[in-house]
């Protein structure tokens, strides 16, 4: 159907035509800890965002999104736009402009692309979006020389300078790299990345993604996001740095009283989770990788409880009315009735919530 949309609106001729991929990501261990230079495991999923993309020979982008109006991108003007924030067009020039600061000559494609990754689903649409641009960038102007990592840094940076929202690498790299992975961000600039092969099939639990019915899009929840990240930099700002990854815990945990009055209660449970929840992402790849299935479902649902006690990320103090993650934990809960696992998924405020059931 894609191939078809795109010969229907480019012309069935065009010279150099290719499919690209950007897959959807879940975020299985580590909530809100790639900002800080800690550790998470990731993986891609079988939904995805597919585009038919061929060279125009012009300085133009041009992308048909199934179910949207048509994006159009001059490759003349890759600085940030005020007016584009939050918007697929911010995502395009970011990836652009990355794309040229690296030293790459950009030139002008046509592509039509459809999506199986929800919009607002916390699957990351935005991070497949940015995967899929940078795909198509790397086949016709790069001579496909940017690997994976490269890629998902790209795509942090369009979603941090071009469109706003000041997100983690996490998002990106498991769109990116794909598969199940383990990520050490200890140095971003050249993270640790490792494949953890576990067939999570054998072990008679399906990962189920719920959709919760509230939107993980609305832009009165980038600020959230946003603040998470600021409120755990405040707390490193305290002991001179920048990241709490940099910050030993125990030197935290001496000065929490200081801390309660200098960032506030609320940073400093956000600051607990970090330290958690980092040791937590390692010790779940470390359970996969020994088989230990019942263990790695504790870390769930431990992850969980920290996301709602400490992180806070379930529902949005703009919008109180609207609880709808904690009412399906609490729903989701009952049902499994001890069984399983069942926690808030990705960035949280709104849209999905994870069960292994």
């Not at 071009?162 to 998002?171: A, I, Q």
């Not at 929840?221 to 998470?228: A, R, V």
């Not at 009315?321 to 809960?333: D, S, W």
Request: hydrophobic share 40%; charged share 20%.
């Amino acid at each position: 159907r894609t191939a078809e949309a795109f010969a229907a609106g480019y012309g069935a001729d065009a010279q150099g035509a290719a499919l690209f991929s950007g897959p959807g990501r879940t975020e299985i261990g580590g909530n809100h800890t790639d900002h800080q230079h800690g550790h998470v495991l990731c993986g891609s999923v079988d939904l995805d965002m597919l585009a038919c993309a061929a060279p125009n020979g012009t300085r133009m982008v041009r992308i048909q999104s199934e179910g949207y109006p048509a994006l159009e991108i001059s490759l003349d003007d890759l600085d940030p736009k005020k007016e584009e924030e939050n918007t697929s067009a911010a995502l395009v020039r970011g990836v652009a402009a990355k794309i040229a600061e690296l030293g790459y000559t950009l030139s002008g494609f046509d592509a039509c692309a459809t999506s199986t990754v929800l919009s607002g689903s916390g699957l990351s649409s935005s991070a497949a979006y940015e995967t899929l641009v940078g795909n198509i960038f790397n086949h016709f102007c790069c001579g496909d020389k940017l690997d994976a990592v490269t890629i998902a840094k790209i795509g942090q940076y369009a979603e941090n300078v071009h469109f706003g929202k000041l997100s983690g690498l996490m998002d990106q790299m498991g769109s990116s790299v794909g598969a199940c992975v383990a990520i050490d961000f200890k140095d971003p600039a050249d993270p640790v990345v490792e494949r953890v092969d576990y067939d999570f099939s054998q072990s008679g639990y399906a990962l189920c993604i719920v959709d919760t019915g509230s939107d993980h899009s609305a832009k009165h929840l980038t600020e959230d996001y946003s603040n998470i990240t600021r409120e755990m930099c405040s707390i490193a700002a305290h002991f001179g740095k920048k990241v709490l990854r940099d910050v030993p815990e125990q030197h935290f945990r001496a000065a929490v009283t200081a801390l309660r009055k200098e960032c506030g209660d609320r940073a400093v449970l956000r600051a607990m989770h970090f330290y958690s929840d980092d040791r937590r992402a390692a010790q779940e790849a470390g359970a996969l990788k020994q088989g230990n299935f019942e263990a790695f479902l504790n870390m769930v649902n431990a992850s969980g409880r920290s996301s709602s006690q400490c992180l806070q990320n379930t529902w949005s103090i703009h919008d109180p009315k609207q609880q709808a993650i904690p009412l399906a934990l609490t729903v989701g809960e009952h049902l499994l009735d001890g069984m399983g696992a069942i926690r808030v998924h990705g960035g949280g405020f709104a849209g999905t919530i994870q069960a292994w059931v």
